[in-house]
């Protein structure tokens, strides 16, 4: 029997859990329990677990990237080249995203009625000096940062990781660059693992959303996403 397609088997529990959440949202004796013990806690699973999966890949590729990258001086050079196309992207996708959020208003219409718990508080921070931001990327221990996934932290524990990685004779960092060649190709392993399950956490979360809020909370939703997409 011939694998049915990822993209077709989200859209399956995403239609499911439309219909789902549609059914015990007009049924609102069951409606509290089924969404807080059963459709909330599978889609949290799913992005828990996609978040599970971030900080290794990350850790492990950028490790990658630069022992593999030639010498020190050479990354230097495409570290400047990736800065300037970071902020030439991130600015324009700014632009981008203002312009959509104002044309298509992705929020409105969105009724918030059905969450119980109280508005959280906004309190303005002073601003901080680039010597106080670049103290706080610096990790003071590089697995705590990683089980709190600060990924500024991470990548900065892995560039200088990577940079001693060139530094050494290539018989000392193969071993090293081979193991964690190995790390990589299992998180992509893992990735397929948390993939699969991508149908049944969709499936939960747009189930909770419809059973909480009801249909009218699909226009704005597809709005939200259809934005992000064209973003």
Known sequence: ???????????????????????????PQYQMWVS??????????????????????VFCCMILGIAGGGDN?????????SLGYFFAITGLAIVI?????????????????GITHSAASITMEPSKGALVIVQNIVPDNVFVAMSEAKLLSVLFFAVLFGMALNSLPREKSAPVVALVQSISDAMF?????????????????????????GFASLLPLLKLIGGFTWH
Request: charged fraction near 15%; glycine fraction near 12%; charge should be positive.
């Open 1 to 27: 029997m011939k694998r049915i397609p990822l993209v077709w088997q989200i859209i399956a529990g995403l239609l499911l859990g439309v219909l789902v959440g549609w059914y015990f949202n007009t049924h």
């Open 36 to 57: 807080a013990e059963i459709l909330k806690p599978l889609g949290d699973i799913f992005i828990k677990m996609m978040k599970m999966v971030v900080v290794p890949i």
């Open 73 to 81: 001086k050479s990354f230097g050079r495409m570290g400047i080249k």
């Open 97 to 113: 995203g203002l312009c959509f959020a104002n044309i298509f208003e992705p929020g409105t219409g969105t009724d918030i009625s």
């Open 189 to 213: 392993k893992v990735v397929s693992i948390v993939m699969a399950y991508a149908p049944v956490g969709v499936f939960g979360m747009i189930g909770a959303t419809v059973a909480t809020f």
